[in-house]
């Protein structure tokens, strides 16, 4: 029976490859999407071209009602949830001091309370199914931390710590939980750097190369096939920023 799985922020980006990646392997996927009905709409039209069907749902993943519907909606029509992968994620640069309570509300809601909200509305589901896989995408800045990114690096640094403290809970109802924490990858959300920033980041990493969306996608298809990986995260990185 093939898989179900939900994809966060499945239209742009880290989500989008993901998304590809994954219904080409023969997965049912469910593409969220906030914003970017365009670019969802475009990505299933695509991915019809090659006889590859997805669903896109619309969800504010930083609401829980929002989230409840959409989860609602997939078990309505395929009767379970194998795989979620929480990508759902902005970024904000700031320095620490000139962050506003809305700042830090507005990162912390969208990137670490819908990873939150979404693995509660998902987890009775696979819980009853006795088997399911979470991934969460959070960042290396969640490892190393980022200057001028305090808030964002705090949320990815809570994503791996859920993500470690989860897989403990839940391996005994076989439910895998990992991160997948990307350095830097060439998406939208870096599109405010210069070419002589990412030219330094370039000569930063060991690989000598910006990564690509797909080099997260590969990682996120081989722990949706995996058995016996959780609690980790990974770091795909080039080497940048090796500890």
């Known amino acids: 029976m093939q898989k179900v799985a939900i994809v966060t922020g499945g239209s742009r980006g880290i989500g989008r490859a993901i998304v590809e990646t994954l219904a080409r392997k023969g997965i049912n996927v469910i593409a969220n999407y906030n ?8 990505l299933q039209e ?43 994620g902005i970024s904000q640069e700031k320095l620490f001091q000139d962050i506003t309570d809305d700042d830090w509300e507005h990162v912390m809601k969208v990137n670490l309370y819908s990873a939150f909200c979404a693995t509660q509305e998902v987890l009775p589901y696979m819980l009853s199914q006795k ?12 490892i190393i931390g980022g200057s001028c990114a305090v808030a964002y690096s705090a949320t990815k640094a809570g994503m791996d710590g859920m993500t470690k403290a989860l897989a403990k809970e839940l391996g005994p109802s076989n439910i895998r939980v990992n991160s997948i924490a990307p350095g830097c990858i060439d998406t939208d959300m870096n599109k405010q750097y210069t070419e002589e920033d990412m030219n330094q980041v370039k000569e930063e990493t060991p690989l000598e190369r910006i990564g690509k969306p797909e080099d997260i996608a590969k990682c996120a298809m081989w722990l949706v096939e995996d058995t016996f990986t959780t609690g980790q995260v990974i770091s795909i990185n080039g080497g940048w920023g090796i500890i």
């Open 35 to 42: 914003q970017s009905e365009e670019k969802a709409k475009q």
């Open 46 to 88: 695509n991915l019809g071209k090659e006889n590859i069907h997805i669903d896109i749902i619309k969800a504010d993943v930083s609401k829980r009602e929002e989230v409840k519907k959409m989860v609602d909606m997939v078990i309505k029509k395929y009767g379970k949830i194998d795989v979620l992968i929480n990508n759902a």
């Open 131 to 142: 088997r399911g896989c979470i991934i969460n995408i959070s960042s290396i800045y969640g």
